[in-house]
């Protein structure tokens, strides 16, 4: 699912927010796996909630200030920019687009800001972002998948400088990221749209989209790596708006619930926090959700005797959803000491069966558990599948040449003790 270096796909990397304890982001426990939207340095150095203004330090790096004008030089004092309306405070399926605030259009077409006429993806990303720059190939194969039915726009907070020197960068078979992203991408206009957006939604992790219907209204929030059926349902006149509603307002609960789960994380309160999520689950004892915020707590707890019943029971609730039966087989088979490898295989195994085994990730996920449990040959076997499949995605293919130099190395190690144990008259033949 990432390689053996990435933190694209880590469970431990997944939820290393300042503190891991205080900080519970439900998106990120249920399939919204990616980077902290407000962990880059030069633009987010504190929570979106506290984001009420710009402080000095984030106006000089925002596109459009007058230290970052686009010929390089300083605006005059004259060149004052207009103000923006007010963002929502809230935001969800079901309610119209804010529209979009775009200081600089770094690649592709400007769209028409009232997100009509046809369905729009925006897409919240950042260089920085591991996740962001894995699901690009995908995102870019889906634009040129639906052509004009579909606009994609990815919205970055960064600044038009950082993105040019990204776009310049090399992805991967000689590819530089322009052109690798085949989508258009943004500077966001002081911060506005991810405020509108992101902040409005409660969402706190990227990459994060958002589906606008041709009508202009929102019809789906999530991670853009589960994007693919529910945008064909909306492209395709087919999406249950109203069934999408349900299932995000009972997003949002869950969220609130979180925060009470800060409180007994904070206290260490181990059985308070369990107590809350029993009670929850006597109400949706099959919600796959409230599974994953268990583990968290068990996992935060100490208690890995109690993990592999739960992570067992998110298997079988999960086995037709091959993005949660991917995230549980490489959060298992990174574990140290992990007590559920073959666990973690099945459900790998599962999730490429689902994926037609054409899914780079997922097969990546399934060679690290067959590394991990110490089968390097099959391991080799379907890292080289994934990277037969890859698409931009260069860690995959460095962790195909780790297994295959443990292998040369393994080899070397094996001649080496068999001419130790051979005789000396052997050794002199």
């Known amino acids: 699912m990432g390689s053996t270096t990435s933190s694209h796909h880590r469970a431990a990397s997944r939820f290393q927010y300042p503190s891991a304890i205080v900080s519970w982001v439900i998106p990120a426990l249920i399939c919204l796996i990616g980077c902290d939207s407000t962990a880059e340095p030069d633009l987010a150095s504190r929570p979106l909630e506290n984001d009420t203004a710009m402080i000095a330090e984030d106006a000089a790096n925002m596109p459009g200030s ?22 929502p405070q809230e935001l969800g399926i079901g309610d119209p687009n804010p529209g979009l605030h775009v200081a600089t259009w770094v690649k592709g077409e400007p769209v028409d800001q009232t997100l009509t006429g046809k369905v729009h993806v ?28 579909v606009a994609f726009v990815g919205v970055t907070r960064e600044t038009q400088e950082k993105v040019a020197t990204f776009l310049e960068a090399p992805a991967s078979d000689g590819k530089t990221w322009d052109e690798t992203i085949q989508y258009r991408l943004a500077i966001d206009d002081r911060d506005w749209t991810n405020t509108a957006y992101m902040r409005a939604a ?7 989209a958002f589906v606008v219907g041709r009508d202009g209204v929102i019809e789906w929030i999530g991670h853009p790596g589960s994007i693919d059926e529910p945008l064909k349902q909306i492209v395709e006149g087919q999406w249950d708006r109203a069934a999408a509603i349900v299932a995000h307002e009972k997003q949002q609960r869950l969220q609130e619930m979180s925060a009470k789960l800060s409180s007994f994380a904070r206290a260490k ?25 268990r583990l968290r707590v068990l996992q935060l707890a100490g208690r890995t005797d109690e993990m592999s019943a739960v992570r067992a029971e998110i298997v079988e609730a999960a086995w037709d959803d091959a993005n949660m039966l991917n995230q549980i087989a490489w959060s298992a088979a990174t574990l140290p000491d992990s007590p559920d490898l073959e666990l973690a295989l099945k459900a790998a195994r599962r999730a490429s069966e689902l994926r037609n085994d054409e899914d780079p990730a997922v097969l990546d996920t399934v060679a690290r558990c067959y590394y991990e449990l110490a089968n390097l040959d099959e391991a080799i076997k379907w ?26 190395e393994s080899g070397s190690e094996s001649e080496s003790k068999e001419k130790d144990a051979s005789s000396p008259e052997e050794a002199g033949e």
């Open 122 to 149: 925006v897409e919240f990303w950042a260089t920085w972002c591991g996740p962001c720059r894995v699901g690009m190939p995908h995102i870019s194969s889906l634009q040129q998948e639906y052509g004009d039915e």
């Open 66 to 87: 007058a230290e970052n004008a686009a010929d390089g030089t300083l605006e005059s004092p004259a060149q004052t920019l207009a103000p923006l309306p007010t963002p």
């Open 383 to 408: 890292q080289r599948l994934a990277v037969e499949h890859n698409q931009g995605n260069a860690e995959i293919e460095a962790t195909l040449e780790k297994y295959l130099a443990e292998k040369s």
């Open 269 to 293: 309160d181990w059985d308070g926090a369990l107590e809350m999520l029993n009670q929850a689950q006597q109400e949706d004892e099959n919600s796959i959700q409230l599974m994953s915020l």
């Open 202 to 208: 409660g969402q706190n992790g990227i990459p994060c």
